[in-house]
């Protein structure tokens, strides 16, 4: 557990101010030499949560390779971060984004495997996708057009993926016209297809038809010698609810962070995932409140009996759910203190009527040491579903781990 702070990736530590502050409030962390001291949230990462992760979902995948989705910023835990960790598992076949310029970022920090683009890029970008190597998602007619009209503007190679819609209605060429469209890629010796894929929804009888509409399109381009490069389908619900759909390899975003995608689902007993990271923030201020106080602006919460209250700085505009103040739980030292109120920049939890909780102290939020503080536990807990606590700003830091 005892943390190696050169290992921090944190750029906004700046100096502090000398302030007098009255001893009895404040933890021995505050401001002394040898530990900074936080006032902002952070987030901590975990280098091998996230590589024991890929190897589980290859290993529930049948030992597929997996396409890792960090798109909205890794689901706001550091999309360039979490694919630098990722890049060095041997699960791993590459990374599928679907703003352009993270895939450049993610290239300007050393991400070597392929990476998809699966949404639509600026014009002036595109020469900076091609020079870095971005695989590039031909989703319509009006995306063909655009990859043709780079292609001869080029000396470079393009590689392109086929983004197949096969029902889910929302991205991709209409499965109707994909052949017609894979082959005019085909023929264009500029162009490359590396990869084919579509994505399914969730009512398996469904996703079953479009699996099928799948295979039929991808046989269909073997007919027509058209290659297909790397196939997938699965997001991280179909790849536990439909092994048909793994074909060569699976796509899941959710998984990789150790959170299934709905609570109980049958493999999150058969294959242990870890939770990835931490959010945690200082306590800034702890005050006794008196019978009759209330917290918030619509005094939400009120104080039935003299009561310590600590204030964190972290609230929902920094991602954090504002349900917690409807039954979840934060963790200092190694007690669990209920949320009590949640506002835009701040957080309050109750410490109860004694305490020996001080400014300094640091809460985690969410993280791996509880079940109530898990992401699933969490969720459970405030009754939200496991993608709406990870919402998280990209300006909050991330600490990268070797382990927790
Ligand atoms: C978001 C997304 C995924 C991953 O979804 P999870 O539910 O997080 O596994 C896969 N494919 C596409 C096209 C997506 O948009």
């Known amino acids: 557990m005892k943390q190696d702070r050169r290992q921090f990736i944190y750029r906004s530590l700046t100096g502090l101010a000398a302030i007098t502050v009255s001893p009895h409030v404040i933890g021995h962390s505050l401001f002394s030499k040898t530990e900074p001291y936080f006032s902002k949230p952070w987030i901590e990462l975990s280098k091998a949560a996230y590589l024991n992760n890929a190897s589980q979902i290859s290993k529930m995948a049948g030992g597929k390779p997996v396409v890792a989705v960090l798109k909205n910023n890794a689901y706001g835990l550091g999309d360039v971060q979490v694919a630098k960790i990722l890049d060095n598992s041997p699960h791993i076949a590459g990374m599928a984004i679907v703003k352009d310029d993270r895939g450049i970022a993610m290239r300007n920090e050393g991400v070597s495997k392929p990476i998809l683009l699966m949404g639509d890029f600026d014009s002036e970008l595109a020469n900076a996708l091609v020079d870095k190597e971005i695989t590039?998602?031909?989703f319509s007619q009006a995306s063909l057009q655009k990859v043709i009209t780079l292609a001869m503007e080029t000396n470079k190679q393009i590689e392109v993926a086929i983004y197949v819609d096969t029902g889910l209605g929302r991205m991709g060429i209409p499965y109707q016209e994909a052949t017609g469209i894979a082959q005019e890629i085909a023929k264009n010796g500029k162009l490359s297809i590396t990869q084919t894929f579509s994505t399914l929804t969730t009512p398996k009888d469904f996703a079953?038809?479009?699996i099928q509409r799948f295979e039929n399109i991808t046989n269909e381009f073997k007919e027509k010698?058209?290659?297909?490069?790397?196939?997938?389908?699965?997001?991280?619900?179909?790849?536990?609810?439909?092994?048909?759909?793994?074909?060569?390899?699976?796509r899941p975003g959710i998984l990789l962070h150790g959170t299934f995608p709905e609570a109980k689902m049958e493999a999150s007993s058969q294959f242990p995932l870890e939770v990835t990271y931490r959010l945690k923030a200082p306590v800034i201020r702890v005050?006794?409140?008196?019978?009759?106080?209330t917290i918030?602006?619509?005094?939400?919460y009120k104080i039935e009996k003299?009561?310590?209250i600590a204030t964190l700085p972290v609230g929902w505009a920094d991602g954090y759910n504002s349900g917690a103040e409807n039954g979840?739980?934060?963790?200092?030292?190694?007690?669990?203190?209920?949320?009590?109120?949640?506002n835009a920049s701040h957080t309050n939890v109750s410490l109860g009527a004694k305490t020996t909780v001080k400014v300094g102290d640091v809460a985690t939020l969410i993280?791996?040491?509880?079940?109530?503080?898990?992401?699933?536990?969490?969720?459970?807990?405030v009754e939200g579903h496991n993608y709406l606590q990870i919402n998280y700003k990209e300006s909050i830091p991330k600490k990268i781990y070797e382990t927790f």
């Open 287 to 293: 005050e006794k409140l008196r019978a009759g106080d």
């Open 296 to 300: 918030g602006f619509s005094r939400f």
């Open 367 to 381: 993280g791996p040491e509880k079940s109530e503080i898990t992401p699933e536990g969490f969720a459970e807990l």
């Open 328 to 342: 979840a739980f934060v963790l200092i030292g190694d007690k669990l203190h209920p949320v009590v109120n949640v």
């Open 306 to 308: 003299d009561e310590w």
């Open 208 to 210: 079953e038809l479009q």
């Open 225 to 250: 010698g058209v290659p297909t490069g790397l196939k997938h389908l699965a997001p991280s619900y179909s790849l536990l609810d439909l092994p048909e759909s793994y074909q060569e390899a699976v």
């Open 136 to 138: 590039l998602s031909v």
